[in-house]
């Protein structure tokens, strides 16, 4: 039940985590569970950071399956709040894709602050823990509507940036 109304934390390390949420994301999730998988031959752990999903689970029984099973976990919180990126071990994932959860420049803008507040968790956490300042090692994707904000993400820590109205799925 905690598990799926998104109040049961993670310890995973090396694990993938997904912020922001649209029509595109699901099959995205499937298809990196599936590609990792097959490319390393390990369990591909993926966490997902949204407010709440049950409206989404109603519509795709398949995630609600991965949910329930233990291969997909979910945190409901908002990607700003420190209490929810702990829940995720975020600061010891291998990699995090922001998506756009929008068409507009307000859902570029809280992909950006989303970012920044993700940068700057896991450069205060690793700071602690190894008592060095360094940028965090994280790989951080970033879907955006508008190439605008490109230069003030890759200046949040964001290694790629993928702009929506220039490519296809």
């Known amino acids: 039940k905690k598990r799926m109304e998104g109040k ?19 099959d ?15 369990k591909c752990r993926i966490v997902i950071i949204n407010d709440d999903l049950s409206e989404v689970l109603e519509v795709n029984p398949a995630l609600r ?3 329930e099973a233990g291969q997909l976990d979910y945190i409901k919180g908002k ?3 420190v209490s929810t990126l702990e829940q995720a ?14 068409i507009g420049v307000d859902a570029d803008e809280r ?19 190894n008592g060095i300042v360094a940028r965090d090692s994280i790989y951080i994707i970033a879907e955006v509507n508008d190439r605008q904000f490109e ?5 949040s820590d964001v290694n790629e940036v993928i702009c929506t109205t220039e490519v296809g799925n």
């Not at 997904?18 to 595109?24: M, S």
């Not at 989303?114 to 690793?126: E, G, H, M, P, V």
């Open 65 to 67: 399956e991965l949910i």
């Open 79 to 81: 990607t700003r709040d």
């Open 28 to 42: 995205f999730i499937t298809n990196s569970m599936k590609a990792i998988s097959e490319f390393s031959n390990e």
């Open 151 to 155: 230069s003030s993400l890759l200046a």
């Open 111 to 129: 992909t950006l602050l989303r970012a920044l507040a993700i940068s700057r968790f896991c450069r205060n956490k690793n700071n602690k823990e």
């Open 89 to 102: 071990n975020i600061h010891k994932a291998t990699s995090i894709v922001l998506f756009a959860d929008g």
């Open 8 to 26: 049961q934390g993670v310890k995973h390390e090396g694990h993938y985590i997904i912020c922001g949420w649209n029509l595109r994301t699901p």
